[in-house]
């Protein structure tokens, strides 16, 4: 059975668009497939400062995925902070890693095309350098096959395997080479703007928004000024939404809504009942779980000893390669 490895950065909480692009498509296949699910909370060092921010983000998004229905029989489900084995084969993957191949990083380039003046570094922390590392550590220390990503990140994969390869010729075959799981079909759910949603523009839907803010939200979907029967429902952000929250069948249902001429209020009510009925009962776990963060705590408490193991057991064997054992 291919293993699967998906790390979420602890920035904050999880918006509506997360859930549908990342957080459902992976607890689905968690339920069919060996899964590594691990919150990134050294990666979120790099786009903020703020130990309460992140402190409380670990415990959201460690209880929105135990919220939405994430198989923890079938999932090792973990903090990288508490792996230290990943920080040590950062440094080891570190060592061996050509400086060029970090300079051709998406992310370096965009921050040195963004710094004005002659030193386009002077903007560029090391952690935003070296990230690129950091991931292929916590992707090699598992041997994991498959690493659900978005376009956006197929070059991180890629720079993974190039360090695997190298380091498979340096010191002998240890590593597989992952491949990315790029999902073309995977939901995408724009932002109220009916552009990509995002925090940083405001235009974002609380995964965990009561009813109340939930409907009013909603009801911030930008639609256009078509009259009723004039609609044309696959070029609406409202009909996006409503692909991503209802069946096949279900849709010809909604196409007959927008054909028929049903108004933007009622379609947007519509839609409320929709995804508030999806999202009820999860809303109501999610929120046991935040006045209970023992109990979070436990069960990633539970997850990380299994994944020690795994981390213990192949660090000693790369540990081996590289030369550094008993002597």
């Known amino acids: 059975m291919s293993s699967v490895l998906t790390g979420i950065t602890t920035n904050g909480s999880p918006h509506l668009g997360n859930y549908v692009g990342a ?17 990134a909370d050294y990666h979120s060092l790099i786009k903020q400062q703020d ?14 995925w135990i919220a939405c229905g ?3 029989k079938n999932t090792i489900f973990y903090r990288q902070s508490s792996i230290p084995q990943i920080m040590e084969l950062n440094w080891i993957l570190t060592s061996i890693t050509p400086k060029g191949l970090m300079n051709r ?3 370096y380039k965009a921050m040195q095309d963004a710094t004005s003046g002659k030193d386009k570094d002077k903007n560029v922390q090391m952690g935003l350098f070296n990230y690129p590392i950091l991931m292929s550590s916590d992707i090699l220390l598992f041997n994991a096959d498959l690493i659900p990503v978005g376009s956006d990140q ?30 073309e079909t995977t939901s995408f759910l724009p932002g109220l703007d009916g552009l990509k949603m995002s925090k940083s523009y405001l235009n974002y839907i609380d995964l965990f928004s009561n009813e109340k803010k939930l409907q009013k939200q909603i009801n911030q979907i930008k639609t256009d000024s078509l009259e009723p029967g004039e609609k044309k ?20 249902k909604i196409d007959s809504y927008f054909n028929e001429g049903m108004g933007w209020g009622d379609l947007k009510k519509e839609l409320f009942i929709i995804i508030n009925n999806e999202l009820a009962p999860v809303r109501d776990k999610y929120f046991d779980l935040m006045n209970n963060p023992t109990k979070v705590e436990k069960l990633l408490v539970h997850g990380e000893s299994k994944a020690q193991k795994i ?8 540990r081996t390669l590289v030369g550094i054992r008993s002597l």
């Not at 981390?311 to 790369?318: D, G, P, R, V």
Request: with cysteine; charged share 25%; net charge positive.
């Open 105 to 107: 990083a998406h992310a």
């Open 311 to 318: 981390a213990s057991k192949n660090l000693e064997k790369i």
């Open 154 to 183: 197929k070059q991180h994969i890629e720079m993974t395997r190039d360090i695997a390869n190298k380091f498979n010729l340096t010191y002998g075959n240890f590593f597989n080479l992952p491949e990315p799981m790029i999902d």
């Open 23 to 39: 957080m459902r498509p992976a607890i689905e296949l968690s339920k069919k497939s060996k899964s590594f699910i691990f919150l």
């Open 70 to 72: 994430l198989d923890l």
């Open 233 to 252: 429902p696959k070029d609406s952000t409202l009909y996006k939404y409503f692909n991503c929250f209802v069946s096949d069948k279900e849709i010809e």
């Open 51 to 64: 130990p309460k921010l992140t402190h409380q983000s670990t415990l959201s998004i460690a209880a929105a």
